[in-house]
């Protein structure tokens, strides 16, 4: 199953509204999480089946979607969140990532 | 606290073996499935495989691109999983990152720091 992610990039300012969009090739039930990683870090898991937050992450991130089309909002971006972000479905072997959308500062 | 710690990583020629290893600590790691992930320079996320645990006969699982060269395996006395990587090509040079199966079993909620391979002459 192909993850696409768009936009592959975004420039954003701190406070904005961000909202990333994940597209599988076919259906994922809601086998669908969203991972956050920095250089030189490993990922860092925020959402997981579509809309569930991760115990620690912020409620500002926030998960939905079904079957074929997933997204990823961020209420209001802060300093902390430039990062790349990746989604990834395990609705059936093998898991796949999508290929990250870089958030940028503006 | 919840840490997994990778070794092992570093240049090795093209059709060499090498053995990652992750340490874990901080949670019962008899219960969990561990996963194997990788990320080449300036890339994405690429999953390796997975070992499930005791309860499931610790059966694994492989990426097409690895099943047949890479062999999982895991200690659960020494809390540690092992990645064995044989007939290595150069396009397995990554960042290497041991990984929790979460409580759905369907993400990975804690992730080690990785430990980089290089595969070239």
């Known amino acids: 199953i192909q993850l696409t992610q768009s936009p592959s990039s975004l420039s954003a300012s701190v406070g904005d509204r961000v909202t990333i969009t994940c597209r599988a090739s076919?259906?994922?039930?809601?086998?669908l999480a969203w991972y956050q990683q920095k250089p030189g870090n490993a990922p860092k898991l925020l959402i997981y089946?579509?809309?569930t937050l991760q115990s620690g992450v912020p409620s500002r991130f926030s998960g939905g979607g079904s079957g074929t089309d997933f997204t990823l909002t961020i209420s209001s971006l802060q300093p902390e969140d430039f990062a790349t972000y990746y989604c990834?479905?395990?609705?059936?072997?093998?898991?796949?990532f999508g290929g990250g959308t870089k958030v940028e500062i503006k | 606290e919840v840490q997994l710690v990778e070794s092992g990583g570093g240049l090795v020629q093209p059709g060499g073996s090498l053995r990652l290893s992750c340490a874990v600590s901080g949670f019962t790691f008899s219960d969990h499935y561990m996963d194997w992930v990788r990320q080449a320079p300036g890339k994405g996320l690429e999953w390796v495989g997975r070992t499930r645990n005791k309860a499931n006969s610790y059966t694994t699982e492989y990426a097409a691109s690895v099943k047949g060269r890479f062999t999982i395996s895991r200690d659960d006395s020494k809390k540690s999983v092992s990645l064995q990587m044989n007939s290595l090509k150069t396009e397995d040079t990554a960042v290497y990152f041991c990984?929790?199966?979460?409580?759905?079993?369907?993400?990975?909620?804690?992730w080690g720091q990785g430990t980089l391979v290089t595969v070239s002459s």
């Open positions: 990834q479905q395990f609705d059936s072997y093998p898991p796949t």
């Open positions: 076919q259906g994922i039930s809601t086998y």
């Open positions: 089946a579509t809309s």
């Open positions: 990984a929790r199966g979460g409580s759905t079993y369907r993400e990975f909620d804690y």
